[in-house]
Structure formats: C-alpha cells, structure tokens
C-alpha cells in the first residue's frame, strides 16, 4: 500500500514562487505515474502535472503550462508567478494508468494548502 504524504504549502504574496513535495513510502514507485491535482475554493478538482517516476515525460494542464514544473525523486511541484487564482488545497497522487483523471489513480494525499494573498 502506497503512502503520499504533501508537504510545503503556506501562504505566499501574489508573484511569489513555492515548491510543493509529495514523499511516497510503502512500496517501489518505478515505472508508476506521479500527478498533481489542486480543488480552489468553489471550484472543481483540476489537473496540474504529470509525469513517470524516475523517467520525466512531464505533461501540464493549460492553466498552469509555464508555470509549474513537476520533476525529481521526491516528487516536487515548483510554482512560479502566483496568482490569487491559485489558491487551492493541493494534492498528490500515483498511478500505473497514464491519465489526467483523478479517479483512475491508485493511491492519494491528504492535500497540502497554499494561499496566494493579495
């Protein structure tokens, strides 16, 4: 059973820049699929990141395409000029289908808050 555990959420001025970690323990991840999701305030769950643990292939949803950037081992989320928009809880998941949904993944986070303040 995978554990995911998000870490480095807080709360940052508009412009700023955060990295978020996801660590993984409780079994090998090779070849399995790490994504980012976020749920803003009001919102629906959206698709951030994506990529294949230890071989990159990243892939990004639109709102955040050269922004964000997912890459390493302990799985880091590096968000670059923030906007109030992207106040949200996010979270961390890993799968063996390579997909953008978030049911099709096998194990989740309990999520990691960030606040963009004005």
């Known amino acids: 059973q995978v554990q995911l555990k998000e870490s480095g959420g807080g709360v940052v001025p508009v412009g700023d820049s955060l990295r978020l970690a996801c660590a993984a323990s409780?079994?090998?991840?090779?070849?399995?699929?790490i994504s980012w999701f976020r749920r803003g305030p009001g919102k629906e769950r959206e698709f951030l990141a994506r990529?294949?643990?230890?071989k990159g292939d990243a892939r990004y949803g639109n709102s955040v395409k050269g922004r964000f950037t997912i890459s390493g081992d302990t799985v880091f989320l590096r968000m670059d000029n923030l906007t109030l928009a992207d106040t949200a809880t996010y979270y961390c998941?890993?799968?063996?289908?390579?997909?953008?949904?978030?049911?099709?993944?096998?194990?989740w986070g309990q999520g990691t808050e960030v606040t963009v303040s004005p």
């Open positions: 998941a890993v799968g063996q289908v390579e997909s953008t949904a978030w049911d099709l993944n096998d194990a």
């Open positions: 990529m294949r643990w230890s």
């Open positions: 409780g079994r090998t991840l090779r070849d399995y699929y």
